[in-house]
């Protein structure tokens, strides 16, 4: 299961082919004009299968990081790119990566741009790139010196008692928060909500910058970019380090159907060769990112 928070069900299946993007293209920019399908004499096609509306890893107009990878890799491969969107909740890989045309033996879609290694559905490539669970809040309202789990254990106990505590039922920072007596304080988020229209990182844009709670737990890649693009609030976010006998950090790789050991392959060696170009787009969206050991790897919004 990948450790983020899946969207919502109830959209539409949709299958469109677009031109590739030049893999530096800015979060939000405007697409090219999309063409409706593929030729059968086109140049071979990168079938992606994503989420419609899960900033920051995919949204349908290709603002999100994964967006921006799969389109560097049909770059590099000199293939065009389509895409599968589906809600990445229960039911997405059978509505994708196994979903077929309607009449036809071709299925929808190849390739899961984001799973943690553990996923059992599909082949798994290599990571490329692994994070941590990671708490915001508002800066400059007295939690400032809070930067790790025990300074939040070290505050008095009557201002930690008065913290209202965001986070998703059945994160590993919800154990966490069990076995240290603070589930009286949360605002629990439940990760399939039913509106299409809301997304994990609602919790930082909106909740946390309104004062709904005082600190949202989230995964990694949600607390920073949301963190750095707060219109009206400094929010802060913070990469948590894993607590004994919990893990809060994943490694995150992609996925193909079982037996297609050639894309595997092709994708496994896009990974490598542009580890570094990954880097550069991840780092562009605040993931917080550690290295093979679980460091931390320095950046703006780790220090």
């Known amino acids: 299961m990948t450790p983020r928070i899946a969207a ?15 893999a530096s293209q800015p979060a939000g920019q405007a697409v090219p004009k999309v063409e ?19 900033l920051p890893f995919s949204r349908r107009d290709l603002a999100g990081f994964e967006n921006r990878i799969a389109a560097l890799f049909a770059q590099e491969l000199g ?22 045309e309607p009449g036809t033996d071709r299925f929808k879609c190849d390739l899961v741009t984001g799973v943690a290694t553990g996923f059992d559905l599909g ?47 059945g994160s590993p920072v919800a154990d966490w928060l069990l076995a240290h007596g603070m589930m009286g304080q949360v605002v629990s988020y439940q990760p399939q909500s039913g509106d299409a229209e809301q997304y994990p990182g609602q919790i930082v844009e909106n909740d946390l910058a309104a004062g709904k709670v005082d600190i949202a737990f989230v995964w990694g890649p949600i607390a920073g970019y949301f963190a750095g693009r707060a219109p009206q609030h400094r929010i802060v976010a913070v990469p948590l380090a894993s607590p004994k006998g919990s893990r809060f950090d994943f490694e995150i790789a992609m996925a193909v159907r079982f037996g297609d050991k050639e894309l595997k392959q092709r994708i496994d060696g896009l990974i490598d060769s542009n580890r570094e170009r990954i880097g550069a787009i991840l780092a562009e969206y605040g993931v917080p990112l550690l290295d093979e050991q679980g460091r931390l790897i320095e950046t703006d919004l780790a220090r």
């Open 79 to 100: 293939w065009d790119i389509a895409y599968t969107w589906f809600p990445q909740r229960m039911g997405f890989i059978r509505n994708t990566l196994r979903a077929k």
């Open 36 to 54: 409706t399908k593929v030729e059968a004499n086109e140049r071979p096609v990168l079938r992606v299968c994503q989420d419609p509306n899960n």
């Open 123 to 169: 082949a798994v490539t290599r990571p490329y790139y692994r994070s941590t669970y990671a708490m915001a809040y508002v800066g400059g309202n007295g939690l400032d010196g809070v930067r790790t789990l025990d300074d939040l254990l070290a505050l008095p106990p009557e201002r930690r008692a008065r913290l209202k505590l965001g986070v998703f039922g």
């Open 8 to 22: 919502l069900l109830g959209a539409a299946v949709l299958c469109v082919a677009v031109p590739v993007p030049a």
